[in-house]
Each structure stands twice: as C-alpha cells, then as structure tokens.
C-alpha cells in the first residue's frame, strides 16, 4: 500500500530537514508518523537537486573560495560551540565544514616549516642508520672478544693451567 503525501507537506518538511533548520529525520519521523525511510529519500533527493542548482553563496554547499573560508573562520572564531551551531544554521553550513576549514588554516603555516622538518628528519634517519651500524659492529666485536675469551679458558684447562 503506497502512502501519498501533498507536495506542500513534503516541501515543508523537506525544508525542515536542510539546513538552516537542520531538524533530524528520526524526529520528524516520530512527529509526523512518516516512515524515516521516506524522509530520508526525500532528503537525500533534495541534496542532489541542491547541489545541482548550486545555491552559494546563500549557504548551499557550492565548493567555497578559499578566501571566503577564510573570512568565515575568522568570522566564527571567537563563537561558542552554541553560537556556532546557530551561525552554521542561519548560513546554512555544518560545524565540521567550518571546523575543517579551520584546521587547514592553522595548518597553512606549519607548511613553510615542512621542508625544514623533512631535512632534519632525513637527517635523524641517516644518523639513527649510522649508530646501528656502529652497534652492530661493536656487537659483534664483543662476540668475537667473548668467544676468544672462552677459546682462552678451554686451552688453559686442557692444558691444565692452575689460572683455569
């Protein structure tokens, strides 16, 4: 049995799922007694179309320049994780969008420093390679010295040395 729903219904809660509002399936699902199946493909139906018609900069998910992510982490700096949350809502993005965007902000300076850091890490290995050389024949100096030592000790005992 096939359940129909009036497009105005599905247009407001479709509009309720995306963001700003946000609001999760599974509530909607209890509140409207709609099969959390049929909101989800309403959804996910919804996403596509959206990302279709590109909808930036008015708070779709159209890919961004780097400058205006810029001026959005600076603009969410300062704001609490409920502030934030409430930013996300009114523009229309998510808090791990601009979390990540804010991560590569902070990595952007620690680049310069890479090249420095793969220099000294080359040379960390190339001196860690030259002291496992060196024990490695330091080991087997003390194995040759200890077996003479033990070479010694038999001909001194089957020469009957009193030493022995």
Same mark, same amino acid.
């Given at each position: 049995?096939?359940?129909?729903?009036?497009?105005?219904?599905?247009?407001?809660?479709?509009?309720?799922? /995306? #963001?700003?509002?946000?609001? #999760?399936?599974?509530?909607?699902?209890?509140?409207?007694?709609? #099969?959390?199946?049929?909101?989800?493909?309403?959804?996910? *139906?919804? /996403?596509?179309?959206?990302?279709?018609?590109?909808?930036?900069?008015?708070?779709?998910?159209?890919?961004?320049?780097?400058?205006?992510?810029?001026?959005?982490?600076?603009?969410?700096?300062?704001?609490?994780?409920?502030?934030?949350?409430?930013?996300? *809502?009114?523009?229309?993005?998510?808090?791990? +969008?601009?979390?990540?965007?804010?991560?590569?902000?902070?990595?952007?300076?620690?680049?310069?420093?890479? #090249?420095?850091?793969?220099?000294?890490?080359?040379?960390?290995?190339?001196? /860690?390679?030259? /002291?496992?050389?060196?024990?490695?024949?330091? +080991?087997?100096?003390?194995?040759?010295?200890?077996?003479?030592?033990?070479?010694?000790?038999?001909?001194?005992?089957?020469?009957?040395?009193?030493?022995?």
């Amino acid at each position: 049995m096939s359940t129909s729903y009036s497009p105005e219904l599905k247009a407001k809660l479709i509009a309720k799922m /995306l #963001p700003p509002q946000s609001v #999760p399936v599974l509530t909607l699902a209890r509140e409207t007694q709609i #099969p959390k199946d049929t909101l989800y493909s309403w959804r996910s *139906r919804a /996403l596509k179309a959206r990302q279709g018609t590109q909808e930036h900069p008015s708070g779709g998910h159209a890919e961004r320049s780097s400058g205006e992510k810029f001026a959005i982490v600076l603009e969410t700096a300062s704001l609490n994780d409920a502030q934030l949350s409430a930013y996300c *809502r009114r523009q229309g993005l998510y808090v791990h +969008e601009i979390l990540a965007w804010r991560t590569a902000c902070e990595q952007a300076n620690a680049a310069g420093s890479a #090249p420095v850091d793969r220099t000294k890490a080359r040379a960390d290995q190339q001196r /860690l390679k030259a /002291l496992e050389q060196e024990l490695a024949r330091k +080991e087997k100096a003390l194995a040759e010295a200890a077996a003479l030592l033990v070479l010694q000790k038999k001909v001194r005992h089957l020469l009957g040395d009193a030493d022995a």
